[in-house]
Nanobody, 125 residues
Framework: QVHLVESGGGSVQAGGSLRLSCLAS????????LGWFRQTPGKEREFVAT?????????DYADSVKGRFTISRDNAKNTVYLQMINLKPEDTAVYYC?????????????????WGQGTQVTVFS
């Protein structure tokens, strides 16, 4: 059983930056694909970014965040990060990290086995 806890959310003015962290416990962290998703009220959970444990693979991003968000992981710290720059009001959402016991990255939330409780990000203009 993998337990995920996000942190780093908050309120920021448009154009600003935030870094989200997700600390994992339990399981073998460096064998999991990790992802970030976000959700706003009344909408389905939306893919943001994903990264595998294989160093040869490149992370994958939603088109809406490419060039602004960067996902990274520190296997020694059991932590995955989401660096967000040039934030926009439409980035406002609850952000969730997730872990999947699989070989390759995935943008499908149904492929993920474990989820954190979420952290709120609010971007105001």
């Amino acid at each position: 059983q993998v337990h995920l806890v996000e942190s780093g959310g908050g309120s920021v003015q448009a154009g600003g930056s935030l870094r989200l962290s997700c600390l994992a416990s339990g399981g073998t962290f460096n064998h999991y694909v990790l992802g970030w998703f976000r959700q706003t009220p009344g909408k389905e959970r939306e893919f943001v970014a994903t990264i595998t444990w294989r160093s040869s693979a490149s992370p994958d991003y939603a088109d809406s965040v490419k060039g602004r968000f960067t996902i990274s992981r520190d296997n020694a710290k059991n932590t995955v990060y989401l660096q967000m720059i040039n934030l926009k009001p439409e980035d406002t959402a609850v952000y969730y990290c997730a872990a999947a016991a699989r070989w390759s990255e995935s943008s499908n939330p149904d492929h993920y086995n474990y989820w954190g409780q979420g952290t709120q990000v609010t971007v105001f203009s």
